[in-house]
């Protein structure tokens, strides 16, 4: 994680390098073009937009879809690290918010494939390609560890590992591991978003965050049947949700009992949930509440970006648009390689 610094931030210069690598995304005509591409030539369309010399690290040894798809996970690798590298002073603290999430990420990956008693060479080759430098902390803990509980131990010490460490000796299940990650990654990006260089918008954009975080989980849990005292213990807390209407969240034993203990919050946009809710339940999944609140988070973020033309706003604005891409691009690859129609592909997909 990057520390505080007393040099002088670069906002007007990250701010206009981020937006001119924004502008070099792929825009929505040209992924609805993607969507007509056969999926023999998905992958060579993709490398031609940005993606070439990943492609060319992995097609030696890979092929079709996950030859892809480490190439993008790499590439956005490469790109983080880009970002960081502009950005100077307390502004790059505040991005790293953005950045330390990835690390989190495969801090959960790790304890997930060991979790599931994935091989060495599995995970070195698939789940996480020697190939990419940056993987080469995560396979070291891989190759000396053999259960999730000496995995968890040989992150402590580590920024990721604070939280980890306090269940140490607590016989820990996977999800309460990950669930301490979630904890320590907010709280440090809370901490941050209050940091030199922010403003109380930054402030705003975590803590809706953590809301939306929390309430895609409370309908997860409430499927898994969890008890209602775990419900409120996995609460993420600093959300603008207030406690007591979380409380109440945590004891509502449907979708729709959810719904109506988060209307009674002033900061829970319900625009949109009621149908989401509905779908969500006809479904069977709850990929339609997940892309809502994803659209409601893009949708402030940019009018922050462009309310805050020279902020912190358009660098973490772009970090989020690159991902974007990204997801969109792995499931044009996935969908291609299992058969799914451009209709279906587009649907799912964030623009």
Known sequence: MSRLSGSRSNICNASARAKARKASLIDPIRMRQLLQTGPESIGASIGELGYRNEMDIYSARMSGADAVEAALFHNLDNDLSEVMNFCQGPLKSIVSIYVDRFAYDKAKTVLRAVNGGCSDELIESQILPSENPRNSIWLDIVRSTETIHEAASSMVGTPWGKELAKLEGSDATLEEMEDALDRQ????????????DSNIQLVKYIRTEI????????????????????????????????????????????????????????????????????KSEQLGSLDPIATLLNHKRHDLLRSFSYLNPVSVFPVIYYIERKVLEIQNLRLLVRGKTIGLTPEVLEAHMDF
């Open 185 to 196: 990654y907010y709280s440090h990006a809370l901490k941050a978003s209050r940091g030199r």
């Open 211 to 278: 809301d939306h975080r929390n309430i895609i989980n409370q309908f997860r849990e409430l499927r898994q049947d969890i008890s209602t005292e775990k419900r409120l213990e996995m609460i993420i807390p600093g959300g603008r949700i207030s406690p007591s209407v979380m409380s109440q969240v945590s004891q509502s034993n449907s979708g729709k009992a959810i719904l109506e203990a988060l209307k009674r919050s002033n900061a829970f946009d319900e625009t949109g949930f009621e149908e989401a809710v509905e």
